[in-house]
């Protein structure tokens, strides 16, 4: 008898970062599940991109732009989900920015602030928005894209793996304190995954082979590879699973490979 654990019909999705990499796969996955899906990301043409594909799978996606490092973008989105749907059942944050490829002692200002302004306050302030409805509402699910960068910042990579890192406690802190109104926040940790964000590491043939030699299963990921843990993480399969933090990267970490 077939499951139904991961059913998400009638279930309202906002994902950000939506337009392409994983969280276009995400979003293309939970709406496969049922969830209405409200594709997200700084660029209206991506978004409407992603959703009419949904929409033309037979699904149902609508796009709503946003840059999460910008706090009126926030309001509106949130003011736009109060007034068009009156509750948001999960939270991808996804969206995430890392404009600075190099030695952490060259970090300027300008890439610091932009870097903490999207991928810590964006995050916060999304979750804050989000969880209000949620609590509202009796429940629902958050997830953090985080990174493997979280645990061993990434060679060049300084600001956005200091920054991954505090998404990680980030989740924490949310999960232990909205248990009580019944919302489950975790976070996925990706490895090296091919998408457009990642283009630098792929690009630099060395660095590409020297982390290939250190993976396990010696190779890299695709975005689709990372939307299955989110279904399972805002789905009833982990109804009992809060503040986790849930590596997916070919068995880096575990198998000591940083």
């Known amino acids: 008898m077939a499951t139904n654990l991961f059913d998400l019909r009638g279930k309202i999705a906002l994902v950000t970062g939506a337009s392409r990499g994983i969280g276009e ?20 043409e991506g978004c409407r991109a992603v959703a009419e ?11 709503v732009p ?32 890392n404009p600075y490829f190099g030695h952490i002692l ?17 995050y916060f302030f999304m979750s804050v928005e989000a969880g209000k409805l949620m609590r509202a509402q009796g429940g629902g699910c958050i997830v953090n894209t985080a990174s493997v960068n979280a645990l061993q910042p990434g060679v ?18 949310f999960a232990k304190e909205c248990a009580q109104f019944n919302i489950r926040v975790n976070a996925l940790l990706p ?10 590491l792929f690009t630099h043939e060395e660095i590409y082979k020297t982390a290939i030699e250190h993976i396990p299963m010696h190779r890299h990921a695709e975005p689709e590879e990372m939307a299955g ?30």
């Open 25 to 44: 796969a995400v979003a293309k996955l939970l709406a496969e599940q049922g969830a209405h899906v409200l594709v997200s990301s700084r660029k209206i």
């Open 53 to 63: 594909a949904i929409v033309d799978a037979g699904g149902s996606a609508e796009a």
């Open 66 to 97: 946003c840059h999460i490092g910008n706090m009126d973008d926030i309001a509106a989105l949130f003011d736009g989900i109060r007034q068009q749907h009156g509750r948001l059942d999960i939270l991808v944050n996804n969206a995430a920015t």
């Open 106 to 122: 060259d970090t300027d200002l300008g890439a610091f602030q932009k870097t903490v302004d999207v991928n810590i306050r964006g």
């Open 156 to 173: 060049g990579q300084g600001i956005y793996s200091i920054t991954k890192a505090a998404v990680v406690n980030m989740t924490k802190a």
């Open 191 to 200: 490895g090296l995954t091919r998408t457009k964000f990642a283009g630098a």
């Open 229 to 258: 843990t989110v279904l399972y993480l805002v789905s009833d399969a982990s109804s009992y699973t809060t503040g986790e933090c849930v590596v997916v990267d070919g068995g880096l970490v575990c198998c000591g490979g940083v």
